[in-house]
């Protein structure tokens, strides 16, 4: 990638297609902006998306908007900063936000706080899908996380190692064939540049040759949207246990900014514990359910609420993950300190025990397993550590925890 100076022509786009919103336009039955509205947009905003595309000789007919990925992002991305919605079959400006038109710095802001909604938007769908695209959130914070705590240009490709790294995690890849584990790579590959672009086209990244860095303004960003602290800022010392499992207990004491928001609290816990990110979580306060937003189970949008609005010094939460396995963590806030000029966060402290496999039937399976794995004579000995994919019983070590690989796995978090 060539080098490119921050130019947030993204700004001027969204203005542009709020505006045109207008009082209302119509879309189809399925909620999309209509084709013709489409053709215009492209050429008034100037999103370079292709119409009817020709490849050799052959034309390929253009058949929806959302075909048309560059207006997408400028159409969802202003729906996501809740500049319109829809209502019916109509597109309608949400009026009490409309002054933030007006004001650079807050649409700026408003347009940042929401980019890790976007994957969907803006991704291929289809043959041509990546990883990324479903796991958008957990990819594009841990470039914004990469990129703000190396503070200096990051070589795309690491950035695309890390996406590939965090979003492959949740899925079973053992099987796959080098044609499809290259042919997924490649799409990854090519959605972490295109997100980058599109952080580039909000004025948050630069490019320098083949490597991104924040700009001041994406610096500003990714400290709020990522909860990071500045020097002085309140910072929770949290002891993260797992219940019901004592040989050994399995526990990390992990300093986090208090102000982060329970979904990278999520990432924190999972990634402190060593945990697979396989399975659904939710947090429970006594009250309320917090977790992804789903029509069909009561929770909270998990993304709304920050740690420190919800738990003080001295206070816990539960944070329940594998609904089937059901492993109960709980978080206790020891005690509130300020952040230090320098260090980043959050950072793993202190621990102890292995964190148990996925899938082992919860605190009882894995005390089980310990049991068996013990025991070289116990008739289920070679089955469990076939099931492990272990050699021998002496590579299965629960009082095992390791600082270092701890903080190596917070990095992505």
Aim: aromatic share 6%; with cysteine.
């Amino acid at each position: 990638m060539d080098h490119a100076a921050p130019k947030p022509e993204m700004l001027d786009r969204v203005r542009s297609f709020v505006s045109w919103v207008g009082e209302g336009r119509k879309l189809t039955q399925t909620g999309r902006v209509t084709l013709a509205d489409a053709k215009a947009l492209v050429k008034l905003l100037g999103t370079e998306d292709v119409i009817d595309p020709k490849i050799g000789d052959r034309v390929f007919r253009t058949g929806s908007s959302q075909e048309l990925l560059h207006l997408m992002l400028v159409v969802e991305w202003a729906g996501a900063a809740r500049l319109v919605r829809k209502t019916g079959n109509r597109l309608v400006q949400v009026k009490k936000n409309s002054a933030l038109l007006d004001d650079t710095g807050a649409l700026w802001r408003a347009l940042f706080a929401v980019v890790d909604q976007l994957g969907e938007a803006f991704l291929p769908s289809g043959f041509g899908e990546s990883l990324l695209r479903p796991e958008f959130a957990t990819g594009i914070r841990a470039v914004l996380t990469s990129l703000y705590r190396h503070g200096a240009p990051v070589p795309v490709r690491d950035l695309c190692a890390t996406t590939w790294d965090v979003t492959s995690a949740p899925y079973v890849l053992d099987h796959a064939t080098k044609l499809q584990l290259d042919h997924l790579r490649a799409c990854n590959d090519r959605d972490t540049k295109q997100a980058l672009e599109a952080l580039r086209s909000l004025g948050a990244v630069t490019f320098h040759k083949d490597a991104a860095e924040l700009t001041e303004l994406g610096r500003d960003g990714a400290r709020e949207l990522l909860g990071q602290p500045s020097s002085g800022d309140p910072v929770y010392q949290l002891k993260i246990a797992l219940r019901d499992v004592e040989n050994p207990p399995v526990w990390r004491r992990v300093l986090v900014p208090a102000a982060v928001r329970l979904d990278g609290l999520h990432e924190i816990v999972q990634a402190a514990m060593g945990w697979e990110n396989a399975h659904m979580h939710a947090f429970v306060d006594g009250r309320t359910q917090y977790g992804v937003p789903d029509p069909d189970l009561p929770y909270r949008d998990e993304r709304q609420v920050r740690l420190a609005d919800l738990v003080k010094p001295g206070g816990r939460l539960l944070y329940v993950y594998d609904f089937g396995d059901r492993w109960e963590h709980e978080v206790l806030v020891e005690e509130a300190i300020t952040a230090e000029a320098g260090k980043s966060y959050p950072l793993c402290v202190a621990g102890q025990g292995d964190c148990p496999p996925e899938d082992c039937g919860g605190a009882p399976g894995y005390e089980h397993l310990v049991e068996i794995m013990a025991k070289p004579a116990h008739p289920e000995h070679v089955d469990a550590l076939d099931w492990l994919g272990l050699d021998d019983g002496t590579q299965f070590d629960p009082a095992h925890f390791s600082l270092d690989d701890a903080n190596r796995r917070l990095l992505g978090a």
